[in-house]
């Protein structure tokens, strides 16, 4: 089984500044895993993925996040936020080797960014 | 570029009522997942469909059931609804040639009075 744990639920930050939200997983075989965000009332837009290869992925807004496997993270950054930042952020992980044609998500709790002018 | 649809998007109903949600995948997405997000929590996993067969099952409760099309759209039926049904069901698709990039639509808000 897999499990995502996301350390903080809410961060809140000052446009321009730097920021780092925190991914922890756990499971026993390789992953592939994902962050995406959402925008109050809207669905979720992938941002970025990690699949297999360089270990640092870049996404869509600046976004960027780092695979560590030795300590089994996936934090997400941003060297400069903006207002429009302001979203929920949810890590995921899939398994690759799970059974069916089609392989589900799991997420984290989520993390609130806030960012204050 | 076509992006997931769902309708409706905002569903009001009583309880022991019947809600039925359709989705309407990415030209070509072979693959329809169906995701439910309660109110402050992370989407849960309720159910996933590949080439209209059910590839994938979460933690769909007994009363709701769903089902993939010739025309690969998707409906999830949920009857004798309850208070804790409220929640923004998500569905999703992706193609079985590039899985990993899963497209969310923008979710159906289910309202049980």
């Known amino acids: 089984a897999q499990s995502v744990t996301q350390l903080d639920s809410q961060v809140p930050v000052f446009e321009e500044a730097p920021v780092e939200l925190r991914c922890n997983y756990s499971s026993s075989v390789s992953v592939y895993l994902f962050w995406y965000v959402q925008y109050p009332n809207q669905g979720l837009q992938l941002l970025l993925k990690?699949?297999?290869?360089?270990?640092l992925v870049k996404g869509i807004n600046g976004f960027e996040a780092e695979f560590n496997k030795s300590q089994t993270s996936f934090h997400l950054r941003k060297p400069s936020v903006h207002i429009s930042d302001t979203a929920e952020y949810f890590c995921?992980?899939?398994?690759?080797?799970?059974?069916?044609?089609?392989?589900?998500?799991?997420f984290g709790s989520g993390t609130q960014l806030t960012v204050l002018p | 570029a076509a992006g997931v649809i769902q309708s409706p998007r905002h569903l009001i109903k009583e309880k022991r009522e019947t809600a039925t949600l359709k989705c309407y995948p990415i030209?070509?997405?072979?693959?329809v997942y169906w995701y439910q997000q309660g109110p402050g929590q992370d989407p849960q996993f309720l159910i996933s469909f590949y080439e209209k067969m059910q590839s994938d099952k979460g933690s769909i409760p007994d009363r709701f059931s769903a089902q993939q099309f010739s025309d690969y759209h998707s409906e999830l039926n949920m009857s004798s609804l309850e208070l804790g049904d409220s929640a923004l069901y998500f569905c999703a698709s992706s193609s079985s040639s590039q899985w990993n990039t899963i497209y969310f639509g923008e979710g159906s808000w289910l309202t049980v009075v």
């Open positions: 030209p070509r997405h072979d693959t």
């Open positions: 990690y699949l297999s290869g360089s270990t």
């Open positions: 995921a992980v899939s398994d690759p080797i799970s059974s069916g044609s089609a392989r589900q998500l799991t």
